[in-house]
């Protein structure tokens, strides 16, 4: 069964570092989300990119987070300088394009840990 | 405004009972998905039922079912029969066309099924 992919599952890092997920769509989807989860809370859209290109970044702190899909494929979300505030979980998902009926899929997650 | 809303932020329910989770939903949309997800202790969010506000007939997957009431604008799960399995968290989601169908999600109820 075609899984999302993310790597990596666990990250500790100290606060002013910069850090890096990855994330692989199902084959043949259009559409990637990365949303951040906060401890007790649902996720948060992120970003969202419809091929390459970004579709909403409303929510993305351009400061120091940045995401990019350059060939429409898989998908990097980078994070530079690390906050204490940023330790959450990092959810990756994808679905075949951003109509209404489709479900997203999701990664397993990076669970990101500041100190 | 919230557009999802848990009330519940935890439950207990006996293997083999059915449970009720709470959702109400806020949208001036007429074209919207609802759907639900859980997510166990390991992360990944997992797709369980989805409702369009337009389907007149409540979904149902296996043990899962939608109980859709779109004048009252509700849409709990019901798990029929719970499985020791089943402990997890359970998040309520919307998406709407006017939102460019970007998913909104409740604060999730917590499960905890005792044998």
């Known amino acids: 069964e075609a899984e999302v992919a993310q790597s990596p599952r666990y990250k500790i890092t100290e606060k002013s570092q910069a850090v890096a997920f990855w994330c692989d769509p199902i084959s043949g989807h259009a559409t990637l989300y990365w949303y951040r989860q906060i401890l007790g809370q649902g996720p948060e859209l992120l970003v969202q990119f419809q091929d390459e290109s970004v579709v909403d970044d409303s929510q993305l702190p351009k400061d120091r987070f940045s995401a990019e899909r350059l060939k429409g494929v898989d998908s990097t979300l980078k994070i530079q300088p690390a906050e204490l505030g940023d330790s959450a979980m990092y959810l990756c998902a994808s679905s075949l394009h951003g109509n209404v009926y489709n479900e997203q899929f999701f990664g397993p997650g990076t669970r990101l840990t500041v100190l | 405004a919230q557009k999802i809303t848990q009330t519940q932020p935890g439950m207990f329910v006996q293997e083999k009972e059915a449970v009720t989770l709470d959702c109400t939903y806020d949208t001036s949309d007429q074209s919207y998905g609802l759907f639900w997800y859980k997510q166990p202790s390991s992360g990944e969010m997992i797709f369980l039922i989805y409702?369009?506000?337009?389907?007149?007939q409540n979904a149902t997957e296996g043990r899962y079912s939608l109980n859709f009431q779109k004048a009252r604008k509700s849409a709990n799960l019901v798990i029929s029969a719970s499985q020791l399995g089943d402990s997890a968290m359970y998040f309520c989601a919307m998406r709407e066309t006017f939102n460019d169908y970007k998913l909104s999600f409740g604060a999730g109820t917590t499960v905890t099924v005792r044998a």
């Open positions: 409702q369009g506000s337009y389907d007149e």
